[in-house]
Every structure is written in C-alpha cells, then in structure tokens.
C-alpha cells in the first residue's frame, strides 16, 4: 500500500489502540482514588466474607449427602502430591546414584560435561 | 504535500484497491477457518526443556535443567521464579526459551519454581521462603553441582525474595546476582498502593476468611492495571487468526499470563504490611525472621534489568535497587518493552540475554 495513512486496516488498528490507551488511561485515574479504593475493599471483603460462609455451609450440606467435600477432595490431591513428591526423590537419589557410578572414562553418556568453560575472548567467537 | 502529488498518491491507492479488497477476503476465509481450529486445537507445548525434578517439597519445586554444551561454566545459576507465576515464561518453546540459550552458552541451570500451595500451606510466610527455601535449594544446588558458589537470577517478585536471601546471607555462597524488573519502592507501585490502601484494606480479615489469596484476585489486580488491554488484545488476536506465527505467541503469552497461582496467606499478609505499607525495603528497614535484611549488605557484582513500559514494576519502583545496593560491581541495564516481554519477547531474544550472557560469562568461571 502506497499510503499506510489511507489504508483502512491500518486506521482501523490505530483506532483501536488509541481507545485501548485512552481507556486505560481514564481507568487508572479513575482507580487511583481513595473512593474506588474504598469502594473496591468494601465489595471484596464482604464477597470474601460471603464465600467463607457458603463454603462451610456446602460443607455440611455434602456431608449430609455422603458426598465428598471439596476439601476431602483435596485431602486426597494432596496425598496424591506427596507420594509423587517421593518418587520424584527416588527418582532424583537414583539419578545421583547413577551419576556417582558413572565411570569417567567411557562413561555411560550421563556423566555431565567438564566445568572448565571459559568466556569467549572480546571479538571472538561463541564456543 | 501539492495538489498534483496527492492527485497521485489517491490514484496509486484506486489502483491498489482490488488487490487490497482479495487480500481482505482471502484473510476473512482464513480467519473462519483458523478460528474454528484455534478453538479445537490446545496451544503450543510449552516449558519442554529436558529437566529433572531434584526436590519438591509443598509449594517449592527444584528442577535442573540438563546440561547441552560439551563444556559448561564452572558456577551454576539458580532462578528465583515470581511466586504469583509459573517459570515457564523463561522457557517458552525452542528458539523463545531463556533456559535454552542460557544451555547453549554453557551454563549449568537450576530453577526455584512454585505450585499452587496448598490450603495447609496458608501459614507460609516471608520467613520459609527467604530463610528456608532458597537456602535449602542453594544447598541441593551445591550438593548437586558439587560447587560452592552460585549465580542467582530473580525475576520480579522472585529478584525481591533473591534480594532478601542476598542481603542476609552476605557472606556466601551467592556470588552474583541478577535481577530481573525488581520492585523496591512501593510506593510507587501507584495503583497496587491505592488497592491495598491500609485505611480501607482490611488484610487481616481477607487472610482470616480465605486462607490463601486466590489466583483470581491476584490476576484481576494485574489486569486492572491495563482494564482494556485484555479485550483490545482479543480484537488483536481476531484480526491476525489467519496468521500462525502470531497465533502461537499469542496461545504462549496468554496461556501464561492466566496461569496465576495462589499466594500463601501469611506471605500476603507480610508482603502488604511490610513492604505495601511500611516499604521497609527502601527505607531499610526490613528485616524477615528476626534478620535484618537491608541491601545495601549486598556486595556481591549485580545486574538489574528493567523494562522501559513496564506497567506492573514501573521503572519509579525500581530504579533505587542499583543505589541502594553495597556492591561496587553493579549495572542497570534499560530496555524496551514491557514486564514480561523484557525477559521473554524479542527483545530479549536480540538484547537482553547476549546482555546478561556477556556480563555474567567472566564471572562465572
């Protein structure tokens, strides 16, 4: 395109960012209020409030049901994680283990490069 | 500009118009096309670097990443992920990923990173993380490497807590420090001041009533910063469906920007009082667990990366951290970009990895 002044696409995408940062701008003014931040506390801490509430209520009611409760639910994820927690340090002692035994000379393709690495002279090439 | 010129230019765009109008339509198909796909298809596999998982203990998991130069640095780096996000914004896919070029120019790498914890785990606070998990894994690091000292890199919220590690234990083993778009005058995080502003912020009674702080709180108080950046971007997206390249940065960013985590309750608790209201880390007052943790005890060489359009860590929040700091080997090194584009986009690509990989190279052997 000759022009990308005259290009609708163009004006289109300018317009959009333009209104993008316009309203982020009046947003953040608007944000940096002591009422919005007052008005945004008072909503958050009682929807806090109110969740703490059904959550216990919920509780009740799902035991009333013989049903798991979301937090018996977790319990269970939790024991879940700890137990892949602990295959993941026998994996890791293992994984040392081996390392250990590698013998240095002919090695078995794990053992880990050399730590004699030096930066590359100032002009020289990346090794 | 003369008449006869713009007589001219308006001709050449008459006679580009048919082009243009084919180009469009073709874009429109492929827009219906791609679109259906993009929602039947899952994103590209992200974090894929070959690593293995040396510790996890609740919230805090150790990876090490394998090795893939023939020769690598004598000093390994441990990365202090930001606990609000998950670490596989370093390393995105092959050709994106920080932990890949750091590999490839021979650096042997370890990565601090967090997982949702868990809702016994609310009574974490400041004091495990700085006293007890970044020295644990500065420890499995030694165990592992078989070397005393260490690079640590922290990005963002993780360069807070690698600053708070540093400025207590000043004596060793850290050996150089790298921070990443750091905060450490809070004050000026102007907006996130004005959410937690103590006269109507109740922190107490929101850690009371649901333990841990959820991740949709913590990633509606990142998106209120920029309220209408998450639909513009969507039109954005809409309007470049048919492209697959950006696509697939976008699925990558976004994927990663909703991954939000859960921040432990008693962590929150000492975040807002200690450094939202108090910012005893620029007054030098802050101490974690009974240990004064002033920076300016940090002397060891530091690099502070920052993002010229920052809009979480404003560059006001962080310029002091270079001054404050005691080390007589230090840089801010200014770039442009955004929070998450200095450290992950191509910028960083082009800038500021071959930055960090000239500065850190001398001094990590």
């Excluded at chain 1, 944000?31 to 703490?52: D, I, L, Y």
């Excluded at chain 2, 008459?14 to 796909?37: M, N, T, W």
């Excluded at chain 2, 914890?117 to 420890?139: A, N, Q, S």
């Excluded at chain 2, 200095?342 to 071959?354: E, F, H, M, S």
Aim: glycine share 8%; net charge neutral.
């Amino acid at each position: 395109m000759a022009d990308k002044s005259n290009d609708p696409v163009v004006l289109w995408q300018t317009m959009i960012g333009e209104m993008e940062k316009g309203f982020n701008s009046f947003a953040n003014q608007a944000m940096a209020s002591p009422e919005f931040s007052r008005a945004m506390n008072q909503a958050g801490g009682a929807a806090a409030g109110a969740q703490k509430q059904l959550g216990e209520l919920m509780e009740k009611y799902l035991l009333a049901m013989n049903l798991p409760s979301r937090s018996q639910l977790v319990g269970m994820a939790e024991r879940l994680q700890s137990i892949e927690g602990q295959l993941n340090e026998i994996k890791a002692l293992l994984h040392q283990v081996h390392h250990n035994s590698a013998a240095p000379a002919g090695g078995y393709g794990t053992a880990r490069p050399p730590r004699t690495k030096r930066p590359p002279s100032p002009g020289g090439e990346q090794k | 500009m003369n008449a006869s010129a713009g007589l001219g230019l308006a001709a050449r765009d008459l006679a580009e118009l048919p082009d243009r109008i084919q180009s469009e339509v073709q874009r429109a198909i492929q827009r219906s096309i791609k679109g259906v796909e993009y929602f039947s298809t899952s994103g590209p596999s992200l974090g894929s670097t070959p690593k293995d998982i040396l510790h996890v203990r609740g919230t805090m998991n150790l990876y090490h990443y394998r090795p893939i130069a023939d020769e690598i640095y004598r000093v390994p780096i441990l990365i202090v992920m930001a606990t609000t996000n998950r670490g596989y914004i370093l390393d995105m896919v092959p050709g994106q990923s920080f932990i890949e070029f750091l590999l490839k120019r021979g650096y042997d790498v370890y990565m601090l990173d967090w997982t949702a914890p868990k809702p016994e785990e609310k009574t974490l606070g400041m004091e495990d993380y700085v006293l007890d998990f970044i020295p644990d894994c500065v420890r499995r690091v030694q165990q592992d490497s078989g070397e005393t000292d260490i690079t640590v890199i922290g990005y963002c919220f993780g360069g807070v807590l690698s600053l708070l590690y540093g400025a207590i234990f000043n004596d060793g083993p850290m050996k150089n420090l790298i921070c990443f778009t750091t905060p450490i005058d809070f004050r000026e995080m102007k907006l996130f001041q004005n959410f937690s502003d103590r006269r109507y912020f109740d922190v107490d009674r929101l850690i009371d009533s649901v333990g841990n702080v959820p991740p949709e709180m913590i990633l509606s108080s990142f998106e209120m910063l920029r309220p209408a950046s998450r639909a513009a971007s969507q039109v954005q997206l809409w309007e470049n469906i048919w492209n697959d390249e950006f696509v697939k940065s976008y699925r990558m960013f976004d994927r990663w920007a909703t991954d939000t985590l859960p921040l432990a309750g008693e962590y929150f608790r000492d975040i807002t009082k200690d450094l939202m209201w108090d910012n005893k880390l620029y007054n030098g007052t802050m101490s974690v667990g009974g240990r004064k943790a002033d920076i300016a005890d940090i002397k060891v060489p530091i690099l502070h990366a920052v993002a010229e359009h920052d809009h979480i860590v404003p560059y006001d929040a962080a310029k002091h951290l270079i001054a404050r700091v005691g080390s007589k080997d230090k840089e801010e090194v200014m770039l442009k970009g955004g929070h998450v584009s200095l450290v992950a986009g191509a910028n960083a690509i082009k800038r500021l990895w071959p930055k960090l990989d000239s500065w850190l190279g001398g001094k990590s052997t």
